[in-house]
């Protein structure tokens, strides 16, 4: 039989998980947003945040209960205290799908990505989507390997990165200043967001092995 | 007389303190190695980050040691709850002055930031290492009226970053894309720098009057 606190425990993962999946879809939302110059689209992704917002809220608060009432040890104050940095990430990561629906705000009816370069975008956003539902996934199931594996993939998402990063600085680039930029912010968007993916995954290994396999690795310093 | 609980909560809020006032100093030395192209002080900057990401670990077993023997409740908990989301601040600060000193070693032995717009960065560099020393003094004092000096300015750091951003989109700009490039990110990085401090502000405010000043701003939404 599970105890009051272990069924408040199962709701807070499950809210955190759920967070991770909004994440993912307002990404994939503003990425359709940006790629097909979607300014009500753009618009939705930008005012549905507030949910997110909200959904933190209520997480912190669920914590801030269970904290107050159940005082756990433990592994179990180990779940909460991960639980509390990882709705933290899940905001980010829709905070950085509102600044991508935000560039394509700004250059509506313009496309903000040059026609030669969208399926490169296209392919980092399904990629960063992928974490983000892989986390969703890890986080509900507390499944290493599947956690795991988001550090993996997300190696591809620093590859295109690179790429994407590269492609104003070249000789050939024709699409000017303004388009450099956004480029450059878009792409680190995406490896933003699937960072904040990988570091929620870390977590889901350390809570049930104790070891958090992101203290070794500097790509996790915090880059804000 | 001080119980040892309280004598830990005042250990944590003096960890919390001097990560901002670290993350400060972090961020005036990148900025200098930026503005001097030097490359030594630059790479300094960059390897002493791990001090801040030891020390916000340290923190975290802090907090961790403090839920699971003491059990605090109400204001208690609140803030041991915001020291927790402050020391990842902190630890973020501090890696958006490894980003900026980033710039500075890629970029070097050139000069990232043109001439005529190194004025205007080393003013935002500078209001935002005195939010981050802002912050230091409202933690550590509790001082809910220097907290909301912070958001106040903040405005001017955002105004800043609104020039900054505009200027490599004038017609008189002749920095080319790569610079153009360097001064939009340096710019992000300076202006969710001072978002963090922000955010750690309201915190104080938080602390000490059981209402969060950040919930209804939207500036404050994570962005990344």
Known sequence: MRTLFHQQLDALTARVASMCGRA??????????????????????ISDHEHLTAARAEAENMVMGLLATQAPVARDLRIVFCALQSVADAERMGGLAV??????????????????????????ARIAVDLANHARDAVLNGDTEQ?????????????????LWAAPMEDTWTGGVECAVDLTLLSRFYERFADHAVTIGGRVVFNVT???????????RGTA
Chains 1, 2 share one sequence.
């Open 210 to 220: 104790g070891r958090n396999p992101l203290r070794s690795a500097p790509a996790q």
């Open 147 to 163: 956690a795991s594996r988001i550090a993996r993939e997300d190696a591809v998402v620093n590859l295109l990165h690179r790429q």
């Open 99 to 124: 600044h991508v629906a935000e560039i394509a705000r700004r250059r509506h009816p313009a496309h903000a990505v040059p026609k030669q370069l969208e399926e490169k975008v296209a392919e980092m």
């Open 24 to 45: 993912g879809e307002e990404m994939a939302r503003a990425t359709e947003a940006l790629l097909s110059a979607d300014l009500s689209l753009a618009e939705q992704v």
